[in-house]
């Protein structure tokens, strides 16, 4: 065989090949983030008019002792301060979808805080809950 063949060549087209497919695949979800967060900007929405004891009770009534959490800069357990230390170990946190340390506007912005308050409420019925079965 010459030098620069098509079988010396296959490999390097190869790994072209692969690194353009993975490529295309990342840019494709890259353009589909705007539609997922303005989703999550609905499921939001509806914490305005929720009511975080009668949500936190009937999950209790599930078993469902999952504390809440949102999304900033960190993830947070809103009223649960000592998180870690106390609870991480036997009770886990679901995230409420949406939340973001990134708001992109003022609605982004009261959205997160009536999370915020929604979870420290939430939290606060699970967390009497479970100091009241020791």
């Not at 209790?60 to 998180?83: C, E, H, K, S």
């Amino acid at each position: 065989m010459t030098k620069g063949s098509p079988s010396k060549l296959w490999p390097a087209l190869q790994i072209c090949l692969v690194t353009i497919f993975c490529s295309s695949c990342t840019n494709h979800e890259k353009a589909t983030i705007g539609s997922h967060i303005e989703t999550n900007s609905i499921e939001l929405e509806s914490l305005k008019d929720a009511n975080p004891t009668h949500d936190a009770n009937e999950a209790i009534g599930r078993n469902d002792l999952r504390f809440l959490a949102v999304m900033g800069y960190t993830i947070t357990v809103p009223g649960i301060d000592d998180y870690h230390q106390r609870f991480s170990a036997k009770y886990k946190y679901r995230i409420i979808e949406g939340t973001s340390d990134t708001p992109r506007n003022g609605e982004d912005r009261k959205l997160q805080n009536i999370a915020i308050e929604y979870a420290k409420s939430y939290n606060l019925v699970i967390r009497d809950y479970l100091a009241r079965q020791k």
